[in-house]
Protein backbone atom coordinates (compact mmCIF):
# COMPACT_ATOMS: atom_id res chain seq x y z
CA UNK A 1 0.00 0.00 0.00
CA UNK A 2 3.00 2.21 0.89
CA UNK A 3 4.46 1.74 -2.70
CA UNK A 4 1.05 2.66 -4.41
CA UNK A 5 0.38 5.40 -2.32
CA UNK A 6 4.49 6.58 -3.18
CA UNK A 7 3.81 5.92 -6.79
CA UNK A 8 0.33 8.30 -6.98
CA UNK A 9 2.41 10.99 -5.18
CA UNK A 10 5.15 10.69 -7.34
CA UNK A 11 2.44 10.73 -10.55
CA UNK A 12 0.98 13.66 -9.18
CA UNK A 13 3.73 15.97 -8.57
CA UNK A 14 5.21 15.33 -11.67
CA UNK A 15 2.66 15.94 -13.42
CA UNK A 16 1.28 19.16 -12.09
CA UNK A 17 4.54 21.55 -13.23
CA UNK A 18 4.86 23.00 -17.00
CA UNK A 19 8.38 22.04 -17.98
CA UNK A 20 10.59 24.69 -20.47
CA UNK A 21 13.59 24.08 -22.18
CA UNK A 22 16.07 26.73 -24.64
CA UNK A 23 18.83 26.05 -26.23
CA UNK A 24 20.77 28.68 -27.75
CA UNK A 25 21.06 28.55 -31.43
CA UNK A 26 23.81 31.93 -31.30
CA UNK A 27 25.11 33.36 -27.94
CA UNK A 28 24.66 36.50 -26.93
CA UNK A 29 27.38 38.44 -28.53
CA UNK A 30 26.96 41.06 -26.11
CA UNK A 31 24.42 42.39 -23.55
CA UNK A 32 21.43 44.06 -24.51
CA UNK A 33 21.61 48.27 -23.49
CA UNK A 34 18.49 49.02 -21.72
CA UNK A 35 18.14 52.86 -22.84
CA UNK A 36 17.78 51.03 -26.67
CA UNK A 37 14.06 50.74 -27.64
CA UNK A 38 12.97 46.93 -28.72
CA UNK A 39 10.57 46.43 -31.79
CA UNK A 40 8.85 43.37 -31.61
CA UNK A 41 8.01 41.23 -35.31
CA UNK A 42 4.59 39.49 -35.05
CA UNK A 43 5.01 35.67 -35.96
CA UNK A 44 3.07 33.65 -38.56
CA UNK A 45 0.36 31.77 -36.97
CA UNK A 46 1.31 28.24 -35.75
CA UNK A 47 -0.24 25.19 -36.90
CA UNK A 48 -0.26 21.55 -36.00
CA UNK A 49 -1.07 19.19 -38.50
CA UNK A 50 -4.09 20.82 -40.70
CA UNK A 51 -4.78 22.84 -37.49
CA UNK A 52 -4.07 26.25 -37.63
CA UNK A 53 -4.08 28.85 -34.68
CA UNK A 54 -4.80 32.30 -36.05
CA UNK A 55 -3.90 34.28 -32.71
CA UNK A 56 -0.47 32.17 -31.84
CA UNK A 57 1.31 34.68 -33.99
CA UNK A 58 -0.22 37.55 -31.64
CA UNK A 59 0.08 35.74 -28.38
CA UNK A 60 3.66 35.44 -28.89
CA UNK A 61 4.34 39.16 -29.48
CA UNK A 62 2.60 40.29 -26.52
CA UNK A 63 4.54 37.67 -24.34
CA UNK A 64 7.72 39.22 -26.04
CA UNK A 65 6.84 42.38 -25.59
CA UNK A 66 5.64 41.80 -22.01
CA UNK A 67 9.71 39.83 -21.54
CA UNK A 68 11.25 42.85 -22.94
CA UNK A 69 8.83 45.58 -21.25
CA UNK A 70 10.69 45.08 -18.04
CA UNK A 71 14.08 45.49 -18.85
CA UNK A 72 13.80 48.22 -22.09
CA UNK A 73 12.67 51.88 -21.83
CA UNK A 74 10.51 51.48 -25.11
CA UNK A 75 8.97 48.36 -26.57
CA UNK A 76 6.48 47.95 -29.45
CA UNK A 77 4.80 45.04 -31.63
CA UNK A 78 4.92 45.44 -35.23
CA UNK A 79 2.67 43.67 -37.81
CA UNK A 80 5.86 42.73 -39.70
CA UNK A 81 7.14 39.14 -40.02
CA UNK A 82 10.38 39.28 -40.47
CA UNK A 83 13.98 41.46 -40.73
CA UNK A 84 13.25 43.36 -43.62
CA UNK A 85 9.69 44.69 -42.85
CA UNK A 86 10.91 45.51 -39.16
CA UNK A 87 14.06 47.72 -40.70
CA UNK A 88 11.86 49.39 -43.14
CA UNK A 89 8.90 49.84 -39.97
CA UNK A 90 11.33 51.52 -37.77
CA UNK A 91 15.33 51.00 -38.44
CA UNK A 92 15.93 54.10 -37.27
CA UNK A 93 13.63 54.79 -34.13
CA UNK A 94 14.89 51.38 -32.36
CA UNK A 95 18.04 49.62 -31.12
CA UNK A 96 17.04 45.99 -31.32
CA UNK A 97 14.69 43.90 -33.84
CA UNK A 98 13.30 40.67 -31.67
CA UNK A 99 11.81 38.18 -34.32
CA UNK A 100 9.94 35.26 -32.61
CA UNK A 101 8.88 32.47 -34.97
CA UNK A 102 6.46 29.66 -34.22
CA UNK A 103 8.29 26.39 -34.88
CA UNK A 104 5.60 24.16 -33.35
CA UNK A 105 2.25 24.74 -31.77
CA UNK A 106 -0.31 22.15 -30.19
CA UNK A 107 -2.97 23.10 -28.15
CA UNK A 108 -4.60 19.59 -26.67
CA UNK A 109 -7.67 18.91 -24.75
CA UNK A 110 -4.65 18.02 -21.86
CA UNK A 111 -7.86 17.75 -18.92
CA UNK A 112 -9.45 14.97 -21.28
CA UNK A 113 -6.69 13.12 -23.38
CA UNK A 114 -3.70 13.39 -21.00
CA UNK A 115 -1.70 14.99 -24.15
CA UNK A 116 0.07 18.03 -22.96
CA UNK A 117 0.12 21.60 -24.88
CA UNK A 118 3.40 22.00 -26.59
CA UNK A 119 4.88 25.21 -27.87
CA UNK A 120 8.54 26.04 -29.76
CA UNK A 121 9.58 29.00 -30.79
CA UNK A 122 12.71 30.54 -32.10
CA UNK A 123 13.16 34.09 -30.91
CA UNK A 124 16.24 35.98 -32.80
CA UNK A 125 17.50 39.50 -31.50
CA UNK A 126 19.22 41.63 -34.10
CA UNK A 127 20.72 45.07 -33.82
CA UNK A 128 18.73 47.71 -35.48
CA UNK A 129 22.31 50.14 -36.63
CA UNK A 130 23.71 46.51 -38.38
CA UNK A 131 20.73 44.22 -38.73
CA UNK A 132 23.39 42.06 -37.27
CA UNK A 133 22.03 38.87 -35.35
CA UNK A 134 23.02 39.30 -31.46
CA UNK A 135 21.41 36.23 -30.18
CA UNK A 136 19.05 33.15 -30.97
CA UNK A 137 17.24 31.06 -28.81
CA UNK A 138 15.03 28.15 -29.18
CA UNK A 139 12.46 27.74 -26.62
CA UNK A 140 10.52 24.27 -26.17
CA UNK A 141 7.57 24.01 -23.31
CA UNK A 142 5.11 21.42 -22.64
CA UNK A 143 2.41 22.18 -20.09
CA UNK A 144 1.75 20.18 -16.91
CA UNK A 145 -0.17 17.15 -16.85
CA UNK A 146 -3.20 18.05 -15.03
CA UNK A 147 -4.41 21.39 -16.12
CA UNK A 148 -8.18 21.41 -14.95
CA UNK A 149 -9.28 22.95 -17.98
CA UNK A 150 -7.24 26.25 -18.13
CA UNK A 151 -4.01 25.49 -19.99
CA UNK A 152 -2.86 26.59 -23.57
CA UNK A 153 -0.10 26.81 -25.24
CA UNK A 154 0.27 30.43 -24.86
CA UNK A 155 0.12 30.08 -21.14
CA UNK A 156 4.06 28.61 -21.90
CA UNK A 157 5.37 31.39 -23.05
CA UNK A 158 6.24 33.87 -20.44
CA UNK A 159 8.17 32.18 -18.13
CA UNK A 160 10.91 30.78 -20.41
CA UNK A 161 10.94 34.52 -22.15
CA UNK A 162 10.95 36.36 -19.08
CA UNK A 163 14.55 34.17 -18.46
CA UNK A 164 15.97 34.47 -21.81
CA UNK A 165 15.24 37.96 -22.28
CA UNK A 166 16.47 38.74 -18.71
CA UNK A 167 19.79 37.16 -19.58
CA UNK A 168 20.28 39.01 -22.71
CA UNK A 169 20.75 42.37 -19.56
CA UNK A 170 23.14 43.20 -17.77
CA UNK A 171 21.72 42.64 -13.70
Request: hydrophobic share 40%; aromatic share 8%.
Amino acid sequence: MRHLLAVIVFALSTGCAATYQHADVSAPTARLEREKGVLIATPKPGAYGKTEYPASGDHVAVATRSAFARFANRVDVSSCVDLPCLITDGGDRYGYFAVPQILHWEDRNTEWSGIPDRMEIKVTIFDAQTQNAIASTVITGKSKWMTLGGDHPQDLLPVPLTDYVSSLYSP
